[in-house]
């Protein structure tokens, strides 16, 4: 069976240095095969390869990139997640939902939640401590986003296929 496409949102970089450091010091290492990221959709069918490669800059060459927020850490049952607030990223990712609509998978249909996870697959006693050891030290921070990444899943690692920067002055 043919591996899925994954879409990202890709983040600045003092934000994907410090999100990083946080993901290697608390996520398991024998899982930890990526970099700090905003998963946008998680499985594309091989089969749209094509025509993902040549929408995404289509969207990025039209919008400005999308601003956002870190505002505090999630819970994730199992794991610990970096919150994010964006309208416009959410706005983007609607327009890209209905560009492909018929062709998400389940996980893809559902309310989405930006997050940056940092901790996965634990107990749930080991995220709530760690969130009670964080929670001081995660402070509000606006950024943009500078670009969708498209990526190929490969079991544990993800191989990059295409990077779309954003290059536009519409605003979402």
């Known amino acids: 069976m043919a591996s899925p496409f994954i879409l990202t949102a890709a983040l600045p970089p003092d934000i994907q240095s410090w999100a990083g450091a946080l993901r290697a010091a608390h996520y398991p290492p024998d899982r930890n095969h990526l ?3 905003v998963t946008m959709f998680h499985s594309f069918a091989p089969s749209l390869l094509e025509e993902l490669q040549d929408y ?4 990025t060459r039209e919008f400005a990139p999308p601003a956002a927020a870190i505002t505090g850490l999630m819970d994730l049952g199992t794991g610990t997640a970096i919150a994010i607030q964006s309208a416009p990223l959410l706005a983007l990712r609607g327009l890209i939902a209905e560009h492909f609509r018929g062709s998400l998978t389940a996980q893809d249909l559902y309310e989405p939640r930006p997050h940056i996870t940092i901790q996965n697959k634990v107990t749930k006693r080991e995220a709530r401590a760690l969130q009670a050891e964080l929670r001081p030290a995660i402070a509000a921070r606006e950024f943009n986003f500078l670009a969708l990444e498209l990526f190929l ?3 544990g690692p993800w191989e990059l296929v295409k990077r779309s920067a954003f290059r536009g002055k519409d605003r979402l």
């Not at 995404?56 to 969207?59: E, G, I, N």
């Open 153 to 155: 899943y490969k079991g």
């Open 35 to 37: 970099h700090a990221h």
């Open 56 to 59: 995404f800059p289509v969207l």
